[in-house]
């Protein structure tokens, strides 16, 4: 019988071992220090953006599949491609620049904005308003940290306009800034791009506008300052003249988050509760959306030249405060 050494995770808050998402990840030794600064990441961290757009996008692909009669899979791989493209689920032209769209509405844009577009993004705002919430313990623990007077800042690769919105629904004023990436159109010159650009674009600008009082202020970082480009996160170190040593990072997933704060020596809490879906939600996001071309690109991508230095594994946001 092979014995396996496992780390004891007990003082991690939970009580079980966990499988790792890869990429490998180290345990930090125990060092009191002072935190001045607390960088968190939102989706999956904060809250749960698949809770509002997984049954979005899964009613919109039953309704395109009973159109035109192609399978839900070779619609969601379609979109999945665009995904793919633009690094982000939320891509305001996403139904726009797919093959579906260029194959059958090309000559109709309009028509394909009426009968799929408006839908797909009104059925997304009604399931944010409805099922956008913050993980147990988020806003306590936000609010106890400015009381302590640690700074708070979320580094998100949400589009601003996205970021705009979740900001205003659940945690405005209760963050001291909140660093997102700029909403880019695609070039004229792109071989690939939306059969048509005004709904996404009065889109942007009616939500924009809708969030133009918010209390806590929105950094836009440029597109290729995505996790896990430190660029960013040294941006916003720059901006709140906090050190490495005196910031804690806390986030769910380690190929972007654990990473990034990697880079930088920062110590990191792994949000491990945020990796964890409902069944349908896990595939839809997980195999549905992943074009089969891009799954076995992956399999051979080279692992990152940086190891996770894990400080602390937690089951719920706020047993970060034992470690800040």
């Known amino acids: 019988m092979v014995n396996l050494q496992l780390p004891n995770l007990l003082n991690f808050g939970i009580s079980t071992p966990v499988v790792s998402e890869s990429p490998s990840y180290r345990l930090t030794k125990e060092i009191n220090q002072r935190t001045k600064l607390?960088?968190?990441?939102?989706?999956?961290?904060?809250?749960?953006?698949?809770?509002?757009?997984?049954?979005?996008?899964?009613?919109?692909?039953?309704?395109m599949s009973h159109r035109s009669n192609?399978?839900?899979?070779?619609?969601a791989e379609d979109i999945g491609r665009v995904v793919e493209r633009h690094g982000t689920h939320e891509y305001p032209w996403l139904l726009e620049e797919t093959d579906f769209a260029r194959t059958h509405y090309s000559a109709e844009p309009e028509k394909f904005v009426e009968e799929f577009v408006k839908p797909f993004w009104r059925a997304m705002d009604e399931n944010r308003k409805k099922y956008l919430r913050p993980f147990p313990g988020v806003l306590r623990t936000l609010s106890d940290l400015r009381e302590r007077g640690i700074k708070v800042v979320a580094l998100s690769d949400a589009?601003?306009?996205m970021a705009r919105i979740r900001n205003q629904q659940i945690f405005d004023g209760l963050l001291d800034a909140v660093y997102a990436l700029k909403t880019v159109e695609p070039e004229a010159s792109?071989?690939?791009?939306?059969?048509t650009l005004s709904y996404g674009r009065r889109r942007?600008?009616?939500?924009?506008?809708?969030?133009?009082?918010?209390?806590?202020?929105?950094?836009?970082?440029?597109?290729?300052?995505?996790?896990?480009?430190?660029?960013?996160?040294?941006t916003v170190l720059k901006d709140f003249g906090a050190l490495p040593y005196e910031t804690l990072f806390i986030g769910d997933s380690l190929k972007k988050d654990g990473v990034v704060a990697a880079t930088r020596g920062i110590r990191f809490i792994w949000a491990h509760y945020g990796i964890h879906l409902p069944v349908e939600y896990d595939d839809m996001v997980h195999n549905s959306l992943k074009p089969s071309e891009l799954a076995n690109r992956l399999s051979m991508d080279a692992k990152p030249a940086h190891t996770p230095i894990v400080k602390a594994i937690v089951a719920r946001y706020d047993e970060l405060l034992s470690h800040v």
């Open 204 to 234: 942007l600008q009616e939500l924009k506008e809708a969030t133009d009082k918010l209390k806590t202020r929105l950094i836009v970082l440029p597109k290729d300052y995505e996790k896990p480009n430190p660029t960013g996160l040294d």
């Open 38 to 63: 607390v960088v968190t990441d939102v989706d999956g961290t904060l809250s749960s953006f698949w809770d509002y757009f997984v049954p979005s996008i899964r009613d919109t692909l039953k309704e």
């Open 159 to 161: 589009p601003d306009y």
């Open 190 to 195: 792109s071989p690939i791009k939306p059969i």
């Open 70 to 75: 192609i399978p839900v899979s070779a619609l």
